[in-house]
C-alpha cells in the first residue's frame, strides 16, 4: 500500500509547499563567480548540475530578476566553487546583495579571471556554451576546461537547512568489512552520534506536537528569532538562524499575512499580540513535551547531561573546569 502524501497540490495553488517538496532533494552548494569586463560578480548557487561527460557540461541558473544576472549571462567564463562543510557563512554572504561580496575573501583568479574562492570542496573553470529561458531563471550552460578536488567534505543543503553527507548503512561499502561495521557501532555509541540521534529524535516528537498548531518548522525558528531579537532585519534574521535567506524571506511574508508579525516601512521585523501568544503556546507545548520525555530520568543524571552540554557548546580553550 502506498503512503499518503503529507502535503500535495499544484504548485500555482501552494508555492510554500511545492518549495517544501523541492527541499526533499538534498543538493550541493556552491558559489558561482565570474569576472565580466574587470566587475567581479558571484553567488550562492544549488541549482549547479552535472550535464554531459562528453563534452563536459555542466549548468546551472540564475533568477532574472538578481542583480547580477545580466553579468552572467554575458560571461565568457565562469567558475563553480563547491563549497566545503565549514563554509556556510561563505554561503550565506554571497546569497545577500553587496556591493562587493568579495571583500574579505581568500581567492585567486582562474579562467578568465573568475575567481577560485580558498578551502573549498571542489571547483570547475567553464567556458559559457550556452543559455536557456528557463522561466523566472535563466539557465546557464558551461564546458568544463579544468576541475580540481581538494580533500574537504562538501556542504550540502536540505529541506531548507545545511547539512552534511554520512555513509548510510544501507551501503554495500558500509558493511563489506568487520572493520567497517566495527567502525559504524563505535559512531553510533560515541557520544557526538548519540547527541545527534537524540535531538533528531526529539525534534520529529516536537513536529508532531508543533504541528498541531498548526505551525511549520521554519514558522517556528522565526517565531523564536523575533522573541530573543525583536526588531532585526530579514538580513539579520537569515545570519541568527539556519535558514535561507529565501526561506527565512518566504516566512517572513506568510507570518505577516497571518498577523503574527508585522514589518516596518525600515524592514524592522517585531511578532504582534497574536504571533507572541503563539510563541508561548509552542513555548508551553515544548515544555509539556519535555516533561514527559525526562520522567524516570533521575534529577542528578539530567543536571550531569545539562552541564556536559553547557561545556560543549563553549569552545575547548574557553572552558573552565
Known amino acids: 500500500m502506498h503512503q499518503l502524501p503529507v502535503e500535495t497540490g499544484e504548485p500555482a495553488g501552494d508555492l510554500r509547499a511545492f518549495r517544501r517538496c523541492l527541499g526533499q532533494f538534498a543538493t550541493g552548494v556552491s558559489v558561482v563567480s565570474a569576472d ?26 540564475v533568477d532574472c530578476s538578481s542583480a547580477s544576472a545580466e553579468r552572467f549571462v554575458h560571461a565568457r567564463h565562469f567558475a563553480i566553487n563547491v563549497l566545503a562543510r565549514d563554509q556556510i557563512e561563505l554561503s550565506r554572504k554571497f ?35 550556452q543559455t536557456i529561458d528557463g522561466g523566472d531563471h535563466v539557465i546557464i550552460i558551461g564546458k568544463v576546461q579544468k576541475f580540481s578536488r581538494f580533500d574537504r567534505e562538501g556542504l550540502l543543503f536540505a529541506q531548507g537547512r545545511y547539512a552534511l553527507a554520512r555513509e548510510h548503512t544501507g551501503s554495500k561499502n558500509a558493511l563489506e ?6 567502525e559504524l557501532v563505535r559512531m553510533n555509541t560515541a557520544l557526538m552520534p548519540l547527541v545527534t540521534r537524540v535531538q533528531r529524535r526529539l525534534r520529529r516528537t516536537f513536529d508532531h506536537a508543533r504541528e498541531g498548531h498548526g505551525v511549520s518548522r521554519d514558522e517556528s525558528a522565526v517565531l523564536g528569532g523575533l522573541a530573543a531579537y525583536s526588531g532585526v532585519t530579514v538580513d539579520h534574521l537569515t545570519e541568527l538562524l539556519f535558514l535561507g535567506a529565501n526561506t527565512v524571506s518566504s516566512t517572513v511574508s506568510e507570518l505577516a ?56 557548546l563553549k569552545e575547548p580553550a574557553d572552558r573552565d573546569i
Open 95 to 129: 546569497g545577500r546583495p553587496a556591493d562587493d561580496k568579495f571583500h574579505g575573501v581568500s581567492w585567486a583568479p582562474g579562467l578568465g579571471g573568475a575567481p577560485i574562492i580558498a578551502d573549498i570542496a571542489a571547483s570547475f573553470e567553464c567556458t559559457q556554451q
Open 177 to 182: 568489512s568487520d572493520d567497517s561495521l566495527s
Open 257 to 312: 499575512a497571518s498577523k503574527n508579525l508585522k514589518v516596518a516601512a525600515d524592514g524592522k521585523i517585531t511578532l504582534t499580540q497574536t504571533g507572541r501568544a503563539l510563541r508561548e503556546a509552542l513555548l508551553d507545548c515544548y515544555v509539556d513535551l519535555e516533561t514527559k520525555e525526562l520522567t524516570g530520568i533521575p534529577r542528578d543524571h539530567i543536571r550531569i547531561t545539562e552541564a556536559v552540554l553547557a561545556t560543549l
Open 36 to 61: 565580466v569586463e574587470g566587475v567581479l560578480v558571484g553567488m550562492t548557487a544549488n541549482s549547479f548540475a552535472s550535464v554531459s561527460l562528453e563534452p563536459p557540461l555542466v549548468l546551472w541558473s
